[in-house]
C-alpha cells in the first residue's frame, strides 16, 4: 500500500510542477483562462483557441517548457541515483525513487503518444517551432525508448528487477 501512496505523491508532484509551470508562463504571456480536470489528469486552458494560435514563439514556451524542465529533473534524478539509494529517509528514497521514473516517463509519452490519445502538448511546440507534429512526436518516441532503459537501469540500482518486457533491458544483460 506504501508504494501506492508514494507513486500518487509522484503523480501529484509531476502535476503541479508540469501544469503549473504552463499556467504561471502562460501568465506571463496573458494566455492563461482555466484549469480543466480530466479523467487523465489537469489541462490548463488558453485564451487563445488552437485553431486561431499563429507560429510565435511564445506557444513552444507556453506549451514547450514544463516538459522540458520535468524531464530534465528525470536525468537530474538519475544521475543523483547513489545518493538516492543513500537517503537515510525511507520514505523520501521512495518518494524520490516514484519521482525519478514518473519525470522520465511521463512527457515521453505526453509528448509521443499522447497526441494519440488527448492532444497534449505537441501543437503548440510544433506551432512555436514551425514544424509538423509527428517530427516532435518521433523525436519524444525515441527518447521514450531511451529512458524506458534508463528507468530498466535505475530500478536495478534499487535490486529491484522483473521479468516483464516493458521492465527489463532490452539492450544489455
Same mark, same amino acid.
Given at each position: ?14 502535476? =503541479?510542477?508540469? *501544469? ?22 489537469? *489541462?490548463? =486552458?488558453? &485564451? @487563445?483557441? &488552437?485553431? *486561431? ?11 514547450? !517548457? ?6 530534465? @529533473? ?16 525511507? @520514505? ?6 516514484? &519521482?525519478?521514473?514518473? !519525470? ?44 524506458? *532503459? ?7 540500482? !534499487? ?15
Amino acid at each position: 500500500m506504501k508504494n501506492w501512496l508514494y507513486f500518487v505523491t509522484a503523480l501529484i508532484l509531476y502535476m =503541479l510542477i508540469h *501544469e503549473g509551470l504552463h499556467a504561471y508562463i502562460a501568465l506571463l504571456f496573458n494566455e492563461y483562462d482555466v484549469i480543466k480536470i480530466h479523467w487523465y489528469g489537469p *489541462e490548463v =486552458l488558453f &485564451v @487563445t483557441p &488552437v485553431a *486561431e494560435r499563429t507560429s510565435e514563439r511564445k506557444w513552444f514556451i507556453i506549451s514547450g !517548457f514544463s516538459n522540458l524542465v520535468t524531464l530534465l @529533473t528525470g536525468y537530474l534524478l538519475f544521475i543523483m541515483k547513489r545518493k538516492i539509494i543513500n537517503l537515510k529517509l525511507p @520514505t523520501l528514497r521512495s518518494i524520490l525513487y516514484y &519521482v525519478t521514473i514518473v !519525470f522520465l516517463l511521463f512527457d515521453a509519452v505526453n509528448l509521443s503518444i499522447g497526441p494519440f490519445l488527448y492532444g497534449g502538448d505537441v501543437n503548440g511546440i510544433s506551432a512555436g517551432l514551425k514544424i509538423k507534429p509527428w517530427i516532435i512526436q518521433i523525436l519524444f518516441g525515441s527518447i521514450l525508448l531511451v529512458n524506458r *532503459e534508463l528507468i530498466v537501469k535505475f530500478m536495478n540500482c !534499487f535490486g529491484i528487477r522483473s521479468s516483464n518486457i516493458l521492465f527489463k533491458s532490452w539492450y544489455s544483460k
